[in-house]
């Protein structure tokens, strides 16, 4: 089965720009997040959906992220305006109803100067 | 609230010798718990993971950890080190599994598996 197609690899902004991310989880997987991984980290919780709707937030920093999931399917992150602590590797992942297993996406880069 | 401790951020081993990553957790509720993989520039794979049952669990490229209810560990080996095993290893717990879908993941700090030749 295709993976969890993440885009683009790479991105550098400047601060108080703004970015999106895109995510295309494996197809019919209902459950799809988004972690942050700072370099040198391990991954952290950005936001969880169920289908398109949000099951966990609680630690996406609401004033400058935001994230949709349209239709259940695909997903996009956004962060408006970039600081420089959002520098990291953004990881989407998904998973299968009655699945215990999390696939994820080789992840965007994200660089702010 | 559910979190993840792996002892030692670097962890150095001959080729061919044991390799043992450290991981201890705290969960309110029995754990799902999980050993990840990740090379230079890539995403994480899964190494193995335990839910219920069996609690020695076997994984990919000759791993195994074994859980440990009473220690609260979840310590990854495995029996002889390749050169190709060096990369960052992450523990991971889920303290739920809701109807819909797994919940998300706590990771560790992850540690940097070094292979000397």
């Known amino acids: 089965e295709a993976g969890v197609a993440q885009s683009p690899r790479y991105k550098i902004i400047e601060k108080r720009q703004s970015v999106a991310f895109w995510c295309n989880p494996i197809s019919g997987h209902a459950t799809l997040y988004w972690y942050q991984q700072i370099l040198g980290q391990g991954p952290k919780l950005l936001i969880q959906?169920?289908?398109?709707?949000?099951?966990?937030d609680s630690q996406l920093p609401k004033d400058r992220f935001s994230a949709e999931r349209l239709k259940g399917v695909d997903s996009t992150l956004k962060i408006q305006p970039a600081k420089l602590e959002d520098s990291a590797v953004y990881l989407c992942?998904?998973?299968?109803?009655?699945?215990?297993?999390?696939?994820f996406g080789s992840g965007t880069r994200l660089t702010v100067v | 609230a559910q979190s993840v401790t792996q002892l030692g951020s670097h962890v150095s081993v001959s080729e061919g010798a044991l390799v043992l990553l450290r991981c201890n957790y705290s969960s309110s509720v029995p754990p799902y718990l999980f050993w990840y993989v990740q090379y230079p520039n890539q995403g994480l794979q899964l190494l193995l993971k335990?839910?219920?049952?069996?609690?020695l669990v076997k994984g990919i490229n000759g791993f195994e950890a074994e859980f440990k209810k009473s220690e609260t560990s979840f310590h990854l080996t495995k029996p002889s080190a390749h050169m190709s095993d060096a990369a960052e290893y992450f523990c991971a717990v889920s303290d739920s599994f809701s109807g819909g879908g797994a919940d998300g993941l706590t990771f560790g700090k992850g540690t940097h598996l070094i292979i000397q030749p």
């Open positions: 335990y839910t219920t049952g069996a609690t």
């Open positions: 992942a998904s998973s299968s109803r009655g699945g215990y297993g999390y696939t």
């Open positions: 959906f169920q289908n398109n709707g949000v099951v966990d």
